[in-house]
């Protein structure tokens, strides 16, 4: 399976955008940031036809200490889910 890195989309962009490596690079930098930004302010992040960023917060619980075999208590954490939409769902599934 074929891996497209941030450098390989800028030069897609770059070549299908008629824009320069640079312009592209811009574009890309600042969709990233819009993104990273709204997820960080609790809010969720909608790209028709393609899915949903979403921020979340997992609860703190209790876990096995992988050594010592005790319990522990895991803090809460917070991390960001991708939920891909309906039509990418279907299309990876053809």
Known sequence: MKKLNKRDLVEVVAEKAH?????AQAAIDMAFKLIEKSV???EEVNISNF???SPKTRQSREGTH???HS?????E???VVFRPSKSLKAKLNK
Do not use: N
């Open 19 to 23: 824009l320069s490596k640079k312009d």
């Open 40 to 42: 960080l302010k609790g």
């Open 51 to 53: 899915g949903v960023f």
């Open 66 to 68: 992988p050594k010592k």
């Open 71 to 75: 319990r522990i208590v895991i803090a």
């Open 77 to 79: 954490s917070k991390t």
